[in-house]
């Protein structure tokens, strides 16, 4: 289901020691599929999952697109082109596979299409988004069969919820305090026939707030969902279920090509059609604050075996692309590009290493605090406790003994946060394959307006080309939607990230090796070193198993991008639970799709690397 945001903390594995040097793509279409295909294959071979991805670009892109027939992955239109790719197992018991129309469960993504929603109603005239909320859903509630209590009776007379716009519930400025997601989590897990109505959100959620509405903000999908609420007493349906979430897309004259764009109601995935299985692993809770694995498990001695495969076709899905392996995991296949019979290497405790995450702290249940020398020492001695699930070494300036800082050592990983002095890991495991629960029968309701898209790449970015060429706002409401705010409160998106109306301030900033071809506007450079210099905007969507973690507009460039994929786990039992789940994954494989890309468009484009992003 839900998690709020997708930390960026990176290390290197599977496309992170990847340099780009593009020197020109020939202007097909067709090649470029050709390209970002072979990526996605790669990465989908390599992590036994499904990815799926896009781009779009623009009209003005200096090639002819009359002169190509349009494809299933290669859609050609008026006004853009639509590439698309898919590779990997959709069912892994009925051996399945995905395709570029299959539909991702991609939660926070809806929050944009939410938003757009309410601008077009107040372009309408049928919402003032700076007049309280209560004036429309008080009324709304008071026309349900049976009457709902009003605002202010759900906030037990706190006044304070009379104060709430639409405009600061879209921004993320209301002061509503969220859902908590790990309780929700466990709550669809025990519940498999039910669905958790967006009412409830309103009336477990607690009703103290973080500041006075427009004073701060801070990231909220509980907000969303009582904007959705407004939305819908605002169009007059007669009740929540009633909205017709699909209306930003009836004036568009391509709306029939939204056709892999579903907003899901009560009752299961499995009742939607394209919809994929979703793969959520075993005592796992991956934090909606930071991108961290949080799991309990007995820690690995060093003779432990490698579990194998449950059945055959598990076998056959662990082959991989000997070039990348041979250049990213050392020692753990051979060179036919077929799993080894010795088991990985566990536990590696150096930065840059799965499951090793720097300027990261967290809080969960403690095993043991003791002093270390240092970050690595801190990772070994998790390694060689029991129950050990993460570890936490925190430097400080001055330890008895010698000592640099502080070892804290967990058994339960709740939440993650940034801290400049802090390093943060997680213990590497066994994969099990019996570990992972398919979410495909669960709630697909997902928070309503808050998150239940199930969308297809190729229908997400083909959204931002309209948003981003003025065919779904007006030039005002686009002003609206693009002005951006900072976060005062919060950990991921952490205080400071700028948000719109549903919508991240999303720049493309990524690493120039060579600092002779790094010319302005396109690129920058300072202390640091030089960048690329593309802005831009966008929102991700994480579910528990599902997610489109990377999706966004550049304007400059006409360019829309989105990478989806089925699992955070990846699904390779010849390799531990790190390797299978790198914090930088999802960061490498949107780079190099959009290296290839932008030197499709513009083949002067300064050469970006993809290691480390």
Same mark, same amino acid.
């Given at each position: ?12 594995s ?8 593009v ?31 896009s781009?779009?670009?623009? !009209?003005?892109?200096t ?17 853009m ?31 944009? @299409? ?25 009324p ?55 669905? @958790? ?46 909205l ?11 709306s029939e090509?939204f056709?892999?764009?579903? &907003? ?10 394209n ?8 005592s796992m ?5 930071v991108?961290i ?13 490698l ?6 076709e598990s ?9 990348m ?11 036919d ?6 088991p ?44 050990a699930a993460?570890w ?17 050592? &967990?058994s ?20 099990d ?19 239940n ?13 309209y948003?981003?060429?003025?065919k ?5 409401s ?16 952490a ?14 900033? @990524?690493?120039?090796?060579n600092?002779?071809?790094?010319h302005p ?5 300072? !202390? ?12 991700p ?22 990478l ?6 990846g699904h ?9 789940h ?16 932008i ?5 002067? !484009?300064?050469?970006?690397s993809?290691?480390?992003?």
């Amino acid at each position: 289901m839900k998690k709020k945001f997708v930390s960026t903390v990176f290390s290197v594995s599977f496309y992170a020691v990847l340099c780009v040097h593009v020197q020109s793509i020939e202007r097909d279409p067709r090649h470029l599929q050709s390209e970002i295909q072979q990526i996605i294959n790669d990465a989908a071979k390599y992590y036994n999952i499904s990815f799926s991805a896009s781009i779009a670009i623009g !009209a003005s892109a200096t090639f002819d697109s009359s002169a190509y027939a349009s494809s299933q992955d290669v859609e050609i239109f008026t006004d853009m082109i639509v590439v698309s790719a898919a590779s990997g197992y959709n069912d892994h018991k009925l051996g399945t596979k995905v395709d570029t129309n299959s539909l991702y469960p991609a939660g926070s993504i809806t929050k944009l @299409y939410t938003a757009i929603d309410l601008l077009i109603a107040a372009e309408e005239g049928l919402i003032d988004l700076d007049e309280p909320v209560y004036k429309y859903i008080d009324p709304w509630h008071a026309k349900q069969n049976p009457p709902v209590p009003t605002l202010l009776q759900i906030w037990e007379n706190n006044s304070v919820i009379q104060q709430v716009t639409s405009r600061q519930l879209l921004q993320m400025r209301s002061g509503l305090q969220d859902y908590k997601d790990r309780s929700l989590y466990e709550w669809t897990i025990t519940h498999p026939n039910e669905d @958790y109505l967006p009412i409830q959100y309103l009336e477990t959620v607690n009703k103290s707030f973080l500041f006075p509405p427009q004073t701060g903000g801070c990231y909220t999908g509980t907000g969303y969902v009582m904007a959705g609420m407004a939305l819908a007493a605002a169009r007059g349906n007669r009740t929540w279920d009633a909205l017709q979430q699909r209306y930003i897309f009836s004036k568009l004259p391509e709306s029939e090509n939204f056709r892999n764009t579903v &907003f899901m109601g009560v009752g299961k995935c499995s009742q939607y059609e394209n919809v994929v299985h979703q793969y959520a692993y075993k005592s796992m809770y991956t934090s909606p604050n930071v991108h961290i694995n949080a799991f309990h498990k007995d820690s690995l001695g060093p003779n432990t075996k490698l579990k194998q495969s449950q059945n055959s076709e598990s076998e056959q899905l662990r082959s991989h692309d000997t070039a990348m392996l041979n250049a990213n995991v050392l020692g753990q296949h051979t060179s036919d590009g077929t799993p080894s019979t010795k088991p990985p290497v566990f536990n590696v405790c150096k930065p840059g290493t799965g499951g090793y995450y720097q300027h990261a702290a967290g809080t969960g249940v403690v095993l043991k605090t003791i002093h270390a020398s240092n970050a690595e020492d801190c990772c070994t001695t998790a390694g060689d406790t029991a129950s050990a699930a993460a570890w936490q070494y925190m430097q400080m300036e001055s330890m008895p003994g010698g000592a640099d800082g502080e070892c804290t050592i &967990f058994s339960q990983l709740h939440r993650g946060y940034s801290h400049k002095n802090a390093t943060l890991g997680t213990v590497d495991t066994i994969l099990d394959l019996e570990g992972f629960t398919d979410l495909y029968d669960y709630s697909a309701l997902n928070g309503w307006t808050m998150g239940n898209i199930a969308v297809a790449p190729k229908d997400v970015v083909r959204f931002y080309q309209y948003i981003g060429t003025g065919k779904m706002l007006s030039p005002s409401s686009m002003q609206q939607l693009l002005h951006f705010l900072p976060l005062t409160v919060g950990y991921e998106p952490a205080a400071g990230t700028p948000y719109g109306l549903g919508v991240l301030d999303a720049p493309l900033r @990524y690493p120039v090796p060579n600092t002779s071809s790094c010319h302005p506007p396109t690129c920058v450079c300072d !202390a640091r070193g030089c960048f690329t210099n593309y802005s831009g905007y966008g929102h991700p969507g994480l579910d528990w198993g599902s997610a489109i973690p990377k999706a966004g507009y550049v304007p400059s460039l006409k360019l829309s991008y989105a990478l989806a994929f089925n699992s955070f786990m990846g699904h390779n039992t010849s390799m531990g639970t790190n390797e299978n789940h790198p914090p930088d994954l999802f960061d490498s494989l949107t780079c190099a799709v959009l290296a290839r890309t932008i030197a499709f468009i513009d083949p002067h !484009a300064p050469q970006f690397s993809c290691a480390g992003s």
